[in-house]
């Protein structure tokens, strides 16, 4: 038969359980939590969610939350309208059994260029001396490479020089001007025309002046 340990005159251990005023233990007492007064961010609220231009309150020195002012993007650039067709210019060619002769008495025909046609007989008409590539020059590339690049008619003064090179296009083109450029900075002494169908029109005109 068990009952309470000797000594013990029937009362339970005594506990150590620290007792402050009014005889109120620790134990006994849930704590405190002291409540923040003051700023919305003191009472939990995000301090971003205020509305824009809000000014935050309660503690002295605190700055006020802005916005950031919004980002613009920038305007799409316009597309770039598609280059006008140029209109196709009717030339009175002459047929391609036509023979021309150049300056050395040479017979030349032009059967697959209709321009070249215009061109010969334009050059004809005006009594100029002209050669049909007589030779070529080398052009140098910006990798040191060496071309071959010829005009089409050599026109020619009475000191038997080359005073006009032309170089006879369907159409004026990249290519065409990226030699004619380099052509130009190697060989500057020279001068050149592009004779495109245009040109070409405007030079069958009656009155027309060739320029050199």
């Not at 047929?95 to 334009?122: I, M, N, Q, W, Y």
Request: hydrophobic share 30%.
């Amino acid at each position: 038969m068990t009952g309470p340990k000797k000594g013990s005159r029937g009362r339970a251990p005594k506990r150590t359980t620290a007792q402050g005023r009014g005889g109120i233990t620790r134990d006994s007492t849930r704590p405190v939590r002291a409540e923040r007064t003051g700023s919305g961010a003191e009472r939990g609220v995000n301090p971003a969610r205020r509305k824009p231009g809000e000014r935050a309150t309660g503690k002295t020195g605190e700055r006020s939350f802005t916005p950031s002012p919004a980002r613009h993007v920038p305007p799409k650039a316009p597309k770039k309208k598609p280059l006008p067709e140029l209109k196709r210019v009717q030339l009175n060619a002459p047929p391609p059994d036509t023979v021309f002769r150049d300056r050395d008495g040479e017979v030349l025909t032009f059967p697959d260029s209709a321009l070249k046609r215009v061109a010969a007989r334009l050059l004809t008409e005006k009594n100029k001396v002209w050669r049909y590539r007589p030779f070529v020059f080398p052009l140098f590339t910006d990798k040191g490479n060496e071309q071959a690049f010829s005009f089409d008619f050599y026109i020619y003064d009475a000191e038997e020089s080359v005073i006009r090179l032309i170089l006879v296009v369907p159409t004026e083109s990249r290519e065409v001007w990226d030699k004619v450029g380099r052509f130009k900075r190697q060989y500057p002494m020279y001068r050149y025309e592009l004779w495109t169908p245009e040109k070409l029109a405007e030079l069958q005109a009656p009155r027309a002046q060739l320029g050199f």
